[in-house]
């Protein structure tokens, strides 16, 4: 049977997650002379919550996530076995929801394929039941591709939005509850009021492994809200995820520079290396692509643009390296309570990615929270690149 010819376009974005989805979005508002297709066989956006902090994203591009967020509070609190801290820095979540609505207002139905990618070339996407679609630029936004050449460890969760009789009586975020038995890693829950009765909990390990037994992690949900004193009503959704949390590894094992298809997002490694957390960047990816789509090299330059993100990564790695390889792991909860008596300008600027070198050195000084000798020796081992 012949192979029907392509259909062309300009832009064809592969994947309708977090880094697409906002990618196609900044698009068709700032480039609306641009054919631009988004191809995702299931949900743009998922069945997904994602927060930041409101350092997180510059005030020049606030233009294009400020419309999606759903929840907000003007600060957070944290727990350790140590202490507790309230911080007033804001914080704000969106959802799988939002985003695809969103996406949906400015990106005619005919510009969403709902079809299965099996192979990417440059300016061709081939799929799964033989056609094809001809595009000047393909960008993959598939999310975690090929780690094989990485060296990782896991965020890993399960998160249920529960309705609570009578409310829980939560004013503000618990963006971690370290207070949790320290189960396979550094273990802790999260807890986001989205109204009067309605919690978001999420039950998080830093672990060596992605094994994730979600059975057993819903019922230490249920016992947390037991313990809580309340008395859930209804689970009205339910996430799990895996964010890899990188300790070495080098780029070019990441996105080979033989790879000529454009890349954006987690599957061009632009995530915050000790948090996994991928939206501070995906947002500035896509704010900037509507000035460079129109450059033939365009694959090129976001390639330079991740590997210049992964060197400047290298920190974040080495810290990922004392997390993952120097503290045990029912002791790696105490790096974090350190690092949360630190000021709320170097946290806010950590969780950015924009550490400072006094930052930095603020975070090394002082008594260690792991051994000296276990830190040195796995600082050791990493992989500068």
């Not at 409101?54 to 419309?67: Q, S």
């Not at 704000?92 to 996406?103: C, D, M, Q, R, W």
């Amino acid at each position: 049977m012949a192979v029907p010819e392509p259909v062309s376009c300009d832009i064809a974005i592969v994947g309708g997650g977090l880094a697409g989805g906002l990618a196609a979005l900044a698009l068709a508002r700032r480039r609306p002379d641009l054919d631009v297709r988004l191809i995702e066989p299931g949900t743009v956006g998922g069945n997904h919550i994602w927060s930041f902090f409101g350092a997180d994203v510059a005030t020049r591009d606030r233009w294009l996530v400020e419309p999606l967020i759903r929840h907000h509070w003007d600060g957070y609190a944290v727990t350790f076995p140590a202490y507790r801290r309230d911080l007033a820095m804001p914080y704000n979540s969106i959802t799988g929801e939002a985003l695809a609505e969103a996406v949906a207002a400015v990106l005619p139905a005919d510009r969403r394929i709902a079809q299965s990618a099996i192979r990417l070339e440059p300016q061709r996407v081939h799929f799964d039941d033989g056609t094809r679609l001809g595009a000047r630029h393909v960008i993959d936004a598939r999310g975690i591709g090929d780690l094989a050449g990485i060296d990782c460890g896991w965020q890993k969760f399960v998160g249920q939005a529960l309705r609570i009789e009578g409310g829980h009586g939560l004013a503000q975020p618990t963006v971690m509850d370290a207070t949790a038995e320290q189960i396979g890693g550094y273990r802790f829950f999260y807890a986001l009021p989205f109204d009067a009765e309605t919690v978001f909990v999420e039950d998080t390990y830093y672990s060596d492994d992605a094994a994730l037994d979600i059975a057993a992690v819903r019922e230490r949900i249920a016992a947390y809200a037991t313990a809580r004193g309340w008395t859930i009503v209804e689970i009205e959704r339910e996430e799990t995820g895996w964010l890899p949390v990188v300790v070495a590894g080098d780029f070019d094992a990441l996105w080979p520079e033989a790879d000529g298809v454009a890349r954006i997002g987690v599957r061009a490694g632009r995530f915050h290396a000790t948090t996994g957390y991928s939206l501070p960047d995906a947002v500035r990816t896509a704010a900037a692509l509507p000035a460079l789509v129109d450059r033939t090299d365009l694959a090129m330059v976001l390639r330079d643009q991740a590997a210049a993100s992964w060197r400047r990564q290298r920190f974040y790695r080495m810290l990922g390296a004392m997390l993952f390889r120097a503290a045990a792991p029912n002791r790696r909860y105490r790096i974090f309570e350190r690092f949360y008596r630190l000021s709320p300008g170097l946290i806010a600027r950590f969780y950015a990615g924009a550490s400072t070198a006094r930052d930095k050195l603020r975070i090394l000084s002082g008594k260690p929270p792991i051994p000296v000798g276990k830190a040195l020796a796995a600082l050791a081992k990493l992989d500068w690149r």
